[in-house]
């Protein structure tokens, strides 16, 4: 009598069902379970992550970009206002749809107040 292995643990299927199923079929099973095992293992860490970023996911999809896109505006914006204050403070402005020159007014009329 052939020694079969057991179904993977997460079906719900005899033992009996199991090993009346061709070899074949229930080696290309088994394979295919222990491969996305292996990938739920490789994928693990960045899921978990990545799962902190979600309400970033959100809040980015409804600004009509990506975490990505997001954050490599912000690091360019960033290190744009160490570079060149000027610049990265018009570009930041622009980003914003505001007028430079409406926020540098506000901020000084702020000042003299």
């Known amino acids: ?11 719900k299927i005899s033992r ?16 295919a379970v ?10 693990r860490p ?9 309400e970033f996911h959100a809040i980015a999809a409804a ?5 990505k896109q997001a954050l490599r505006n912000y690091i360019g914006m960033e ?3 160490r570079s060149d204050p000027e610049a990265g403070i018009v570009a930041l402005c622009h980003h ?4 430079p020159v409406d926020l540098a007014t506000a901020v000084i009329n702020e000042e003299v107040a």
């Open 96 to 99: 914003m749809d505001l007028d």
């Open 1 to 11: 009598m052939d020694i079969i292995d057991p179904p993977p643990s997460s079906w």
């Open 16 to 31: 009996e069902a199991w090993a009346a199923t061709p070899e074949v079929v229930r080696a290309e099973a088994l394979r």
């Open 79 to 81: 290190n744009m206002l």
């Open 63 to 67: 600004g009509g970009t990506t975490v």
């Open 34 to 43: 222990a491969e996305l095992a292996r990938g739920f293992e490789r994928y």
């Open 46 to 54: 960045a899921a978990e992550r990545d799962a902190d970023l979600a």
